[in-house]
């Protein structure tokens, strides 16, 4: 006998068939199913034929396609005995806990005395899906995927992100084929190379309507996810732990949560759904109304050249500006003067802060500002006490290729996390220091997850010492960027670039996944130090505007109207934060290649930011009306050009925007959009909209 079983969230329901012998398969992933749909009709309307040179019956794509059900593809599981000998688990219901918010199946093996795990939680307007193996003696779990779900028929490709350091969330578009499309991130760390997160359009699908679906593999360690197109049509996807140095024999795996989006609003339904879950169920801000401060951070104006008298003097200036929290970064420990030594002494440099951190910190409160320091705290220099002590701490080879001239330690040993919480939390408690930037700025030598789970088990140690304090996610930029590390941190660093034209797009393709609110964006120095191009100060503020907002430049770089600029734009940014980072961000789809946008809408639409950026020189002589997307259409809205004193002179005749506010419904700016004025590229147009 079969059962179905079906779970819902508000705009999304997954089905599963769900037999007495065998794992369950998802026989449905889409829109939200009406209340009546009777599900074994459901299963009965898709149920297979069988052709010449076929099994006689078609092997389902269960959550763990197996071995013994001569699947054609590949297997969800992959076990052996610790003798090397394959085995071939085989499974049958054994209970299942049902909740609205979630459920959990539990199959077991009797002969090989195996239980297996499937849950699926409703995670704000996403599912998040786990499975999990318990073995009564030690066996070898090369593979297990987490739950697998069919991936639809009526696409022609998928959306992937790939990148590189500065140059994070790049998107591209690879058609379905037959075979195996086989991504993973081998070196330890979610990676720039390969995001863990894939989109499966559905023929039609637009930046604003059409279905898509969406997953997304939380894990901070190095994943694997294959997208195979069966030879009989049918198509899977895996996402998994990537497993290899690792693999020891071992009674009990679970993999990490899997997360599933759906909608029929196009790529903007998909961005909706993660940003809300991202912000309301996976981010525990230590304070949730405290609205996020703006950052000044030190790095690309005084790198580890610490001098505390110029740091008063910068910290002076970035609260002139309006900061309001102050990250020491890279440079204040123990001889770190360079990128080749100190990385493990975590302790105050007495040559460069004679008096500790004390007095700096003081300045940096009474300017009104809060405190973050720069940790590394998972690596080593040779050149350290740490490492002349401990040098068995080390992760891999003595002879391995050093990364930024450094090495990694080993977090899978207690001695070395129980070092790490130690000085964590000895510094914290010392200092009165509100935020951490956790940086991690080398690939691991080797894949190994227990890395990852060591990880995770400091900050989780850490933050039970310090709730108060916010960490932000680093590793080069934006390396370590999943919803697993968002389980336990407030902030990522989206890339090492700040340069704002390369910001834009990042931060545009990054919105499918991340909402505004975790996303750290800065204003960078006039010559952008990874890039060479030298940007206006008007572009660089807003486009940190558009997300949390922080400055990296030497404040003193700045000329007075620079400083204003960056000042006013800065004052924008408080007085619009608290809707923006409650809203959500949209994707503007562009007539115009040249001209790129996204829009902010607030939770209950009566307030929105357009911002179009001129990212190029367009290959017409006239820019494009650009439409907006996700307002009520029925609503009349007043729009307002925010920053109609940044034309260039070049427009012989002002649109009407730049002049006065218009008045128009939802329904009009969505279908004829606005005309924005003639400009440079590197401009960036700001359109306020409110309901009248
Ligand atoms: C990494 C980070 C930078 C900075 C440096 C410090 O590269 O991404 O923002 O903190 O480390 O060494």
């Not at 959306?159 to 350091?165: A, D, K, V």
């Not at 790095?299 to 580890?304: C, D, H, L, T």
């Not at 002494?345 to 040559?351: A, K, N």
């Not at 660089?540 to 404040?555: C, I, L, N, S, Y």
Request: proline fraction near 6%; glycine fraction near 8%.
């Amino acid at each position: 006998m079969t059962r179905f079983e079906r779970v819902d969230s508000p705009e999304q329901s997954l089905v599963f068939a769900i037999p007495n012998a065998g794992l369950p398969s998802c026989i449905y992933w889409g829109t939200r199913l009406p209340a009546g749909e009777q599900l074994e009709q459901l299963a009965l309307a898709v149920q297979s034929d069988v052709n010449g040179g076929m099994l006689d019956a078609v092997p389902a794509i269960t959550v763990a396609p197996l071995a013994k059900e001569t699947f054609p593809g590949q297997l969800g599981m992959k076990l052996r005995h610790p003798d090397g000998r394959g085995l071939d688990p085989s499974f049958e219901i054994e209970g299942a806990t049902i909740a609205s918010e979630g459920s959990v199946w539990r199959f077991v093996d009797p002969i090989l005395e195996l239980q297996y795990q499937l849950s699926v939680e409703v995670v704000g307007n996403a599912f998040a899906l786990q499975a999990s193996l318990e073995a009564k003696t030690p066996i070898l779990i090369e593979w297990l995927a987490a739950p697998v779900i069919p991936a639809p028929l009526d696409a022609v490709e998928t959306i992937e992100f790939s990148g590189r350091w500065c140059g994070e969330f790049q998107m591209s578009r690879v058609p379905w084929v037959a075979g195996i499309r086989l991504r993973e991130s081998r070196l330890g760390r979610t990676s720039h190379e390969h995001f863990p997160g894939l989109i499966l359009p559905s023929i039609g699908c637009g930046e604003a309507s059409g279905t898509a679906r969406a997953m997304h593999y939380g894990w901070s360690g190095g994943h694997r996810m294959l997208a195979e197109q069966l030879p009989d049509g049918r198509r899977q996807v895996q996402w998994g732990n990537v497993a290899d140095r690792d693999l020891v024999p071992s009674t009990g795996y679970q993999t990490s949560k899997l997360y599933l989006a759906c909608s029929d609003k196009g790529l903007n339904g998909i961005a909706e759904q993660f940003q809300l879950t991202v912000r309301d169920y996976i981010v525990d801000f230590p304070d949730s109304e405290r609205p996020r401060p703006v950052h000044y951070n030190c790095w690309e104006a005084v790198y580890f050249d610490h001098k505390p008298e110029e740091l008063v003097e910068i910290a002076e200036r970035a609260a002139a500006l309006g900061a309001e929290r102050f990250v020491l970064d890279d440079g204040w420990f123990l001889g770190r003067n360079d990128d080749t030594s100190s990385l493990g002494d975590w302790f105050v440099d007495q040559l460069k802060y004679p008096q500790g951190l004390t007095p700096l910190i003081e300045k940096v409160h009474e300017l009104g500002m809060s405190f973050g320091l720069w940790f590394e705290p998972e690596m080593v220099n040779e050149d350290s006490e740490l490492f002349r002590r401990n040098p068995e701490w080390l992760l891999g080879p003595v002879d391995q290729v050093r990364g930024r001239q450094q090495l990694v330690l080993d977090m899978s040993l207690g001695p070395v996390r129980a070092y790490l919480l130690q000085r964590l939390d000895a510094l914290l408690s010392e200092y009165p220091i509100d935020y951490i930037k956790w940086d991690h700025n080398r690939v691991l030598p080797h894949t190994d997850a227990n890395q990852a789970r060591g990880f995770y088990q400091l900050v989780d140690a850490l933050r039970a010492l310090h709730p108060r304090v916010e960490i932000e996610s680093c590793s080069s930029g934006g390396g370590r960027i999943d919803f697993g590390v968002l389980e336990r941190t407030h902030r990522v660093w989206l890339s090492d670039s700040n340069d704002a034209l390369e910001r834009f797009w990042m931060q545009r393709n990054a919105a499918l996944f991340l909402p505004a609110v975790v996303t750290g964006s800065h204003v960078g120095p006039r010559v952008c130090h990874t890039s060479g191009r030298e940007l206006p100060i008007e572009f660089r503020a807003w486009v940190a505007a558009t997300r949390h907002m922080g400055f990296e430049m030497d404040p003193r770089e700045l000329t007075e109207h620079e400083a204003t600029v960056l000042t006013a734009v800065t004052a924008w940014y408080k007085s619009n934060r608290d809707w923006m980072h409650k809203g959500t961000i949209q994707r503007v789809h562009s007539d115009d290649p040249a001209v790129l946008g996204e829009m902010h809408i607030s939770q209950d639409k009566d307030q929105f930011a357009l911002f179009v950026a001129q990212m190029e020189a367009s290959a017409q002589s006239l820019p494009l009306p650009v439409r907006m997307v996700g307002l009520d259409p029925l609503v009349q809205y007043k729009i307002t050009l925010v920053n109609a004193d940044q034309q260039h002179g070049i427009n012989r005749a002002p649109v009407a925007l730049t002049r006065d506010s218009l008045e128009l419904s939802g329904l009009a700016l969505m279908s004829i959009g606005v005309q924005l004025p003639i400009s440079f590229p590197a401009t960036l147009w700001v359109i306020k909209g409110e309901k009248l």
